[in-house]
Nanobody, 118 residues
Framework: VQLQASGRGLVRAGGSLRLSCAASGTISAVRNMYWYRQIPGKQRELVAT???????DYTDSTKGRFTISRDNAKKAVYLEMNSLKPEDTAVYYC?????????????WGRGTLVTVSS
């Protein structure tokens, strides 16, 4: 099982960027999907969560600016980021609870760098 993220980039403050992440491999089901980020020198933090039925949750600093969505058929999760701020600069990671056969495990994608210039 692999999670492949895309959408890294450099954007000016106030701009927008969309991250994508797709799961591949022999997958029985994908339950919750997540986006995390890690700012240099800080711990990785949860940014947004989406359940299989589409219920979402966000960290306070991104509410109203970021939108998480998913396409269950494509086993993909997206993060639409608007009104970006320099403090959003971080490496963003997708994460998912994936069942293979009867066993569910948590998987991480490689990080993708988002840089917001002031």
């Amino acid at each position: 099982v692999q999670l492949q993220a895309s959408g890294r980039g450099l954007v000016r403050a106030g701009g927008s960027l969309r991250l994508s992440c797709a799961a591949s491999g022999t997958i029985s089901a994908v339950r919750n999907m997540y986006w995390y980020r890690q700012i240099p020198g800080k711990q990785r933090e949860l940014v947004a969560t989406i359940s299989r039925d589409g219920s979402t949750d966000y960290t306070d600093s991104t509410k109203g600016r970021f939108t998480i969505s998913r396409d269950n058929a494509k086993k993909a999760v997206y993060l639409e980021m608007n009104s970006l701020k320099p403090e959003d600069t971080a490496v963003y990671y997708c994460n998912a609870d994936i069942r293979v056969g009867f066993k569910e495990s948590n998987y991480w994608g490689r990080g993708t760098l988002v840089t917001v210039s002031s």
